[in-house]
């Protein structure tokens, strides 16, 4: 169980161009789901902390305009890269806490490479 | 300042032998801490919590210790193999109402058969 993936695991884009990236809890409900990134060999950055029904929380030097996120189910949060450079090119990670009780740890997507040309 | 910082980048270790990965941070006052597992381009896999008022935590070939005044954690796999190579990442809950992690840098581990 606790089974969270990420759509797409791999984007190439051109400049300039807007990108979503789909992360959904498979087999639990999570009103908390959180954004990060991870640069080469690098550890994992939070962004956002995104709920379910309001605005997400992001990090400092996150800026909020250029990756929307938006938390529309308890099973569903989005990423959104917006007018997409080559610097935003990472792999982007979520994770979700299960509203159940009793869980601690956070359930991590596979990951989604975004390239952007 | 703040820190969080795992002993090194990069640790080979022989098949058999124990591998000891260290997490040290600085000026943070953790509820609990974690380790996971990452395999290459994939996302975190969850190991083992300690809370601060735990010593030692075991899971099968998996130790953890947490000494908060050293404000030190120490990750141990014994009887280590080829497949538990990956980089081992710990990460501080600094409060467990908000489930707000910090990450340590990772360290990879390579088995050696």
């Known amino acids: 169980g606790a089974v969270v993936s990420q759509h797409p695991s791999r984007v190439i884009c051109k400049s300039g161009t807007s990108v979503k990236i789909e992360c959904r809890s498979l087999?639990?409900?999570?009103?908390?789901m959180f954004w990060y990134r991870q640069f080469p060999k690098k550890s994992l950055m939070l962004m956002a902390t995104?709920?379910?029904?309001?605005?997400?929380?992001?990090e400092q030097g996150v800026e909020k305009d250029k990756f929307l996120i938006n938390h529309a189910s308890l099973t569903l949060s989005t990423l959104t890269v917006t007018s997409a450079h080559p610097e935003d090119s990472s792999f982007y990670i979520c994770?979700?806490?299960?509203?159940?009780?009793?869980?601690?740890?956070?359930?991590f997507g596979p990951g989604t490479r975004l390239t952007v040309l | 300042s703040q820190k969080i910082e795992q002993n090194s980048e990069a640790l080979n270790i022989q098949e058999g032998k124990t591998a000891t990965l260290t997490c040290n941070y600085t000026?943070?006052?953790?509820?609990?801490l974690q380790w996971y597992r990452q395999d290459p381009g994939r996302g975190p896999v969850f190991l083992l919590l300690?809370?601060?008022?735990?010593k030692e935590k075991r899971k099968e070939r998996l130790k953890v210790t947490f000494d908060t005044t050293l404000k030190q954690s120490l990750f141990h796999i014994t009887a280590s193999q080829p497949a538990d190579s990956a980089t081992y990442l710990c990460?501080?809950?600094?409060?467990?109402?908000?489930?707000?992690?910090?990450f340590g840098t990772g360290t990879r581990l390579k088995v050696l058969a």
């Open positions: 994770s979700a806490i299960p509203l159940a009780v009793g869980y601690n740890e956070q359930f």
């Open positions: 087999d639990f409900q999570a009103t908390t």
């Open positions: 995104s709920n379910e029904g309001s605005k997400a929380t992001y």
């Open positions: 000026n943070y006052s953790p509820a609990y």
């Open positions: 300690i809370r601060e008022n735990e």
């Open positions: 990460a501080l809950v600094l409060d467990s109402g908000t489930y707000k992690y910090i």
